[in-house]
Every structure is written in C-alpha cells, then in structure tokens.
C-alpha cells in the first residue's frame, strides 16, 4: 500500500542548479499537490492539478513549474535554484466526492537545501 | 477565497489534561474542514474530517471536533493528553468553489509528564 511516494527524500543543491521532485499516487486520485512546508508558515501551495491535463498556480509558484505527466505523476521543478526555496516539500493527492473535497494523503517529503 | 486561522501557535499541556486547538475559517460556500498532525520529521496524518454531516467529529486516538457554522470554528479537543500527542497540527479548509486546500500556520503541541 504505498499510497503518495516522493523522491528524493534528501537533497542538497547549489545556487542555480536545477532538480525535478518527482511524485507518484496509486489511488487512482484526480487532484495533485504540491506544497512546500516553512517553519511558522504552515503549508503553502505551489502549484496544484485538479485533474490530468490540468495545472494552476497556488499562493507561492513563482521560481518553479510542474508537470502532470498522466495521472498517477505530479513533478515539480527548480529552473534555478534559490536559498529562499530551502524548505521541505510535500506532495499530495485527494479524490473529489460530489462538490466536496476528501481528504488528502500526503507524501513523506522532501528535505531541500540550497547552499 | 478560503482560508483558516489556528489561534494558538503553541500550546503546552500537561499529560492527562484536556487538549483545545482553536481554529476559525472563512468560505465563501459551504467548507470542508480536517484537521492534521504531523509528527517531527515525518508526513501528515489524517485526524478527522468535516464533509457537511454530523456537525461533531471524531478521529483517530481520542480526538474530536465540533464544527461550528455560526462561530465559522472548528475547533479540536481531547479529554485527555498523553505524551505522544506532541506534534504539530494543522486545521485545512476546501470549499465546493475551489478545491483547493488551505492551511493554517500550525499549532504546536507540548505534553509535559
């Protein structure tokens, strides 16, 4: 039952080199997140798919893009890293019932440092 | 637009007392409320959700919530505090306009023997 799995689990990069998050669900879940996690901050969304083939921006996309490769992959990715985007980073998905949201389930994270 | 607001960013309780977690939310349309914890250096666990039924909640390991339309709160109790539920938690707001989830900042939650 492996539920949302995200790698890498670690990762330490320099200043403007470039990674894919890579995440994958397999719940058959329509909508895909992506959110990155500051101390004192909660978590903030990234960037989100409600559905395969779609992809909006959240409260915090800029310095980064996302693909929704089918429907069980969601990446996201750094063009040119920043300091600013040391944070951990989580993906999500959920399955919509009716016009409510259900729960999400969420990945164990990815730790992300930028020297 | 939704969004949520946990009043307390900590909150430090001694084992075998009562936990309270506030949060109030705004939504436009009718909400969808949950409430998370996580635990150091881990994911984020489901502990109980609002989907418009019984306006009182309960979830895993003693918790619950009442959601309250008038007050816009949903608020998360527990009787009785044991030492593992030291995390963090999360309220998380969606409503049927945007599907979206919305956090709150965190609660922090010590339990002291």
């Known amino acids: 039952n492996a539920g949302v799995t995200q790698t890498p689990k670690f990762q330490v990069l320099k200043t403007g080199q470039s990674m894919t998050l890579q995440c994958a669900q397999d719940?058959?879940?329509?909508?895909m997140y992506w959110y990155r996690q500051d101390p004192g901050m909660g978590l903030r969304l990234i960037y989100y798919?409600?559905?395969?083939?779609?992809?909006d921006k959240g409260e915090v996309p800029n310095g980064y893009n996302v693909s929704r490769l089918n429907k069980r992959e969601f990446s996201l990715r750094l063009e040119s890293a920043a300091p600013s985007q040391t944070s951990v980073y989580f993906c999500a998905s959920s399955e919509l019932a009716g016009i409510m949201n259900t729960e999400a389930f969420f990945g164990q994270g990815t730790r992300l440092t930028v020297v | 637009a939704q969004s949520v607001t946990q009043l307390d960013s900590h909150v430090s309780v001694s084992e075998g007392t009562p936990v309270l977690l506030r949060c109030n939310y705004s939504s436009s349309y009718s909400p969808s409320l949950f409430w998370y914890v996580q635990h150091p250096n881990k994911g984020l666990q489901l502990l109980l959700k609002y989907t418009s039924a019984a306006t009182l909640v309960k979830g895993i390991n003693g918790f619950e919530a009442e959601f309250k339309k008038s007050e816009t709160s949903f608020h998360l109790t527990k009787p009785s505090a044991h030492m593992s539920d030291a995390a963090e938690y999360f309220c998380?707001?969606?409503?049927?306009?945007?599907?979206?989830?919305?956090f709150g900042a965190g609660t922090t939650v010590t339990v002291r023997a």
């Open positions: 998380v707001v969606s409503d049927q306009n945007d599907y979206k989830l919305s």
């Open positions: 719940m058959n879940h329509n909508s």
């Open positions: 798919s409600a559905s395969e083939g779609t992809t």
